[in-house]
């Protein structure tokens, strides 16, 4: 129990009940749910909006080596890595996602390059040291016991072996901007959110030798607003945000990636 008594059991049931029913980014695609536009559209969407990721993960460097993502949601990024000649697992509480997962690399014509199994990150069905990387991007926010999974990729990886966190940065330009426009944030309702500042993820990673944290996800014109909050966010507040200096600006963005080697 982690010395949490019974709440972290209670808590992993809630957390899976919540994405079992919800499928992330679905308001932003009218395709038919399962279908090979539906796929393309959701991740058109997402590498539109987290441009940056493909620059911090390298998703062609992967090539080769055995990659564990945990909490894969319906396998985007999982996909890219598989594209890119990764060898994959990946895991995710709700059952919701891991099926179109597994229709995500069906439709993709990648069923032979990885598996996708209901399961907790905080206890994966690995030997100690035997994968090269641990992806878990957007997870361990939402997740009952976090750091259990962090001590989790750290046993899994082999010497040398890397992991690439991501959690959202409670000191950043979107918690601001949410208050003043009192706008809630995506996901605000999920069971056991937390945000992060960056000496509490530095401490939440320690059972790494190596660990860099970058701030992203700055602004970007969003497809999410219209008509007088897309004028205000899209033509004033995202070019306004970003004619600032990035170095002023840095370490308030809404993302904070966790880059962490096992020694």
């Known amino acids: 129990m982690n010395g949490q008594g019974g709440r972290r059991p209670t808590l992993a049931a809630d957390v899976r009940r919540y994405w079992d029913a919800r499928i992330h980014d679905l308001d932003m695609t009218d395709q038919e749910v399962g279908t090979l536009a539906f796929f393309d559209e959701l991740d058109d969407y997402r590498f539109d909006k987290l441009r940056y990721l493909p620059e911090v993960v390298e998703f062609p460097a992967y090539a080769g080596r055995?990659?564990?993502?945990?909490?894969?949601?319906?396998g985007t990024d999982l996909v890219r890595f598989a594209r890119a000649g990764a060898?994959?697992?990946a895991v995710d509480l709700s059952?919701?996602?891991v099926a179109l997962a597994r229709r995500n690399f069906e439709v993709h014509a990648l069923e032979g390059s990885g598996r996708v199994m209901v399961g907790d990150g905080a206890r994966l069905p690995l030997a100690d040291a035997s994968v090269d990387v641990v992806y878990a991007h957007g997870v361990l926010q939402y997740a009952a016991d976090p750091a259990?999974?962090?001590?989790?990729?750290?046993?899994?990886?082999?010497?040398g072996g890397e992991a690439?966190?991501?959690?959202?940065?409670?000191?950043?330009?979107?918690?601001?901007l949410s208050k003043?426009?009192?706008?809630?944030?995506e996901h605000a309702d999920a069971p056991g959110l937390r945000l992060y500042s960056i000496g509490e993820f530095r401490r939440m990673l320690a059972p790494f030798d190596e660990v860099r944290i970058v701030p992203e996800r700055f602004p970007v014109r969003s497809r999410l607003h219209k008509g007088l909050k897309a004028v205000l966010y899209n033509g004033l507040f995202v070019g306004a945000f970003n004619a600032m200096p990035r170095a002023?600006?840095?370490r308030?963005?809404?993302?904070?990636?966790?880059?962490?080697?096992?020694?």
């Open 66 to 74: 055995t990659l564990v993502e945990i909490g894969c949601g319906i």
């Open 87 to 89: 060898r994959t697992l």
């Open 95 to 97: 059952s919701t996602a």
């Open 148 to 159: 259990a999974i962090v001590a989790e990729a750290h046993r899994v990886l082999h010497q």
């Open 164 to 176: 690439i966190f991501m959690v959202y940065n409670r000191v950043s330009w979107l918690m601001a």
């Open 180 to 185: 003043l426009m009192k706008v809630p944030l």
């Open 248 to 250: 002023m600006v840095r």
């Open 252 to 263: 308030y963005g809404w993302h904070l990636m966790g880059l962490c080697r096992k020694s």
